[in-house]
């Protein structure tokens, strides 16, 4: 009796702790992405900036993996069994995936994107405009489809031993495949072109001008976007090693199954899906203009909820007048 109370107090420790982890990571990733597309639609410049429209694209692949994935992702660690259906089951682990694929594949075009503006700022003019960076989100969404469409038969709903679980429904050797196809595509090779793209940039700004001389105004603005997206690149690359790298244990390294590892691979999905909340913070600490936006967002709710209170209290007054009156 002490020893299954002992178990059932840490299960529920361990559940709280989870559920104040996915709560923390929706609500503020809902917030955080919003403010962010609200800033760059309000801007006017979305039709201008090749750059953010990039970032708007991370920031809706994000903002729908919070939305859609994570309050689910919440309930298998923190629920007794799966109680959202067969369908739900597929969909949500085919946006983790689509999502994933689309955010990093959509890092790797800014970097492409960031290397040309850098190094052939007046020969990409022509290759860098609205409409072929249009197409290139496209592009990143057709290859994100086509990489994550497996994941619609991959998942499934099994009932084991009378408790309904979402579980891998293929076989062994199907999964084998599939989990190292979505860490060659969807990891390492991407990877190293934002490594081998970035590593070229870098070099470039800070060989090619005498860090002494004034730069021009332009100069110092690619530096810091430059420098914004190394970041963002950075914690995707750092949060989502985890998961992958326990996903290869699994598979080709010793990975027993219990508590411990358990433990760990609660972790290392924590953690991936933290990355969906961090690029807001990043940001807003490093560009000025995303927290002039900010600020922005913010001064203009205050001032509806104050227009709105005006507009209740002269109601009110009026209601009461006219009583008076009667």
Known sequence: MNLSSVNFSSRK???????????????????GNSLVLAVLLR?????????????????VADLCFIVFCVPFQATIYTLDEWVFGAAVCKVVHFIIFLTMYASIFTLTAVSLDRYLAICYPLRSREM???????????????LALVFSAPYLSYYSQIDLAGTVVCIPGWESKPRIIMDVCTFIFG???????????????????????????????????????????IVVAALFCLCWLPHHLVILCMWFGRFPLNHATYVLRILSHLVAYTNSCLNPIVYALVSKHFRKGFRKVFSCSLKRREVNKVHV????????SMEMSN
């Open 13 to 31: 420790a361990e559940s709280v702790v989870i559920s104040l982890g996915f709560s923390v990571i929706f609500l503020v990733g809902t917030v």
């Open 43 to 59: 801007n006017g410049q979305m039709n201008t900036k090749t750059t953010n429209m990039f970032i708007l694209n991370l920031g």
């Open 128 to 142: 860098r405009t609205p409409k072929n960076a249009l197409a290139s989100i496209c592009l990143v969404w057709a």
């Open 187 to 229: 990891y390492l090779l991407p990877v190293l072109v934002l490594g081998l793209t970035y590593a070229c940039t870098i070099r470039y700004l800070w060989t090619s001008v005498d860090p002494v001389k004034d730069m021009s105004e332009s100069r110092r603005s690619k530096r810091k976007v430059t420098k914004m997206i």
């Open 313 to 320: 209290v002269q109601a009110v007054n009026t209601v009461s």
